[in-house]
Antibody, heavy 116, light 111 residues
Framework: QVQLVESGGAVVQPGRSLRLSCAAS????????MHWVRQAPGKGLEWVAV????????YYADSVKGRFTISRDNFKGTVYLQMSSLRTDDRAIYYC?????????WGQGTLVTVSS | VLTQTPLSLSATPGQPASISCQSN???????????LYWYLQKPGQSPQLLIY???KRFSGVPDRFSGSGSRTDFTLKISRVEAEDVGVYFC??????????FGQGTRLDIK
C-alpha cells in the first residue's frame, strides 16, 4: 500500500536551516508529482511546494519562495524540503503528499518548531 | 479564496449533515473538469481524500458521503452521520495549479 513517511522535523532557532525528508513506498514514485503542505498548530492547511515527477519543474507558495527548496531523488524514492532563513511563522506540521491536481495520499507529518 | 460554512457543526448520529464551500472564482477548468476536492482530517491524523472533482468518491470512502455543485458553489453531504465522521473537513481547489488553495475548515462533532 502507499506509504509516505516524513522525517527531519526539529526545534530550530529563527534564521537557521532544516531539511525534511519524505520516504515513499508502495507505488512507482518516479511517475508521481509530489507536494509539501503545512499546518500550523490548530490552524488550516497551507500548500507549500510541488515538484514534477522528474524534478524538472518546481513551484512554491509566495510565503516560502526564495527560502525553501523542494527536490527529489527518484532512485531513493524520497522527496525533500530544504528550508532556510526559518521564521517563527514557519512553525507547523509539514506533510508530504502525492498527486498532481489533487493529493490522494498524505504522510503522517513532521513537526517543525522555530523558536529562540 | 475558498469560504466554508459553517465553521463548526454539531451533528446527531444517523442524521444528515452538509458543509458548503464557496469559491470567489469558477473552478471549472478549460479542460472541462472542475477542480474541487474534499478532505477529512480526523483527530490526530493527516488529511484523507474523500471526494475528487466535485462528486467522485475516492477509493474506500463510504457512500454516505457525497459531493455536488458547480463553478463556484459546492456542497459535501453526509447522509447519515456516524461517530467516526468527527474531525475537520476541508475543501480544496487547484484550478490554477499551482498553487493549491484550501478552505479554512469545518469542524464536525457529534451531539
Amino acid at each position: 500500500q502507499v506509504q509516505l513517511v516524513e522525517s527531519g522535523g526539529a526545534v530550530v532557532q529563527p534564521g537557521r536551516s532544516l531539511r525534511l525528508s519524505c520516504a515513499a513506498s508502495g507505488f512507482t514514485f518516479s511517475t508521481y508529482v509530489m507536494h509539501w503542505v503545512r499546518q500550523a498548530p490548530g490552524k488550516g492547511l497551507e500548500w507549500v511546494a510541488v515538484i514534477s515527477h522528474d524534478g524538472n519543474q518546481k513551484y512554491y507558495a509566495d510565503s516560502v519562495k526564495g527560502r525553501f527548496t523542494i527536490s527529489r531523488d527518484n532512485f531513493k524514492g524520497t522527496v525533500y524540503l530544504q528550508m532556510s532563513s526559518l521564521r517563527t511563522d514557519d512553525r507547523a506540521i509539514y506533510y508530504c503528499a502525492r498527486g498532481a491536481y489533487y493529493l490522494d495520499y498524505w504522510g503522517q507529518g513532521t513537526l517543525v518548531t522555530v523558536s529562540s | 479564496v475558498l469560504t466554508q460554512t459553517p465553521l463548526s457543526l454539531s451533528a446527531t448520529p444517523g442524521q444528515p449533515a452538509s458543509i458548503s464551500c464557496q469559491s470567489n472564482q469558477s473552478l471549472l477548468h478549460s479542460d472541462g473538469e472542475t477542480y474541487l476536492y474534499w478532505y477529512l482530517q480526523k483527530p490526530g491524523q493527516s488529511p484523507q481524500l474523500l471526494i475528487y472533482e466535485v462528486s467522485k468518491r475516492f477509493s474506500g470512502v463510504p457512500d454516505r458521503f457525497s459531493g455536488s455543485g458547480s463553478r463556484t458553489d459546492f456542497t459535501l453531504k453526509i447522509s447519515r452521520v456516524e461517530a467516526e465522521d468527527v474531525g475537520v473537513y476541508f475543501c480544496m481547489e487547484s484550478v490554477q495549479f499551482p498553487p493549491i488553495t484550501f478552505g479554512q475548515g469545518t469542524r464536525l462533532d457529534i451531539k
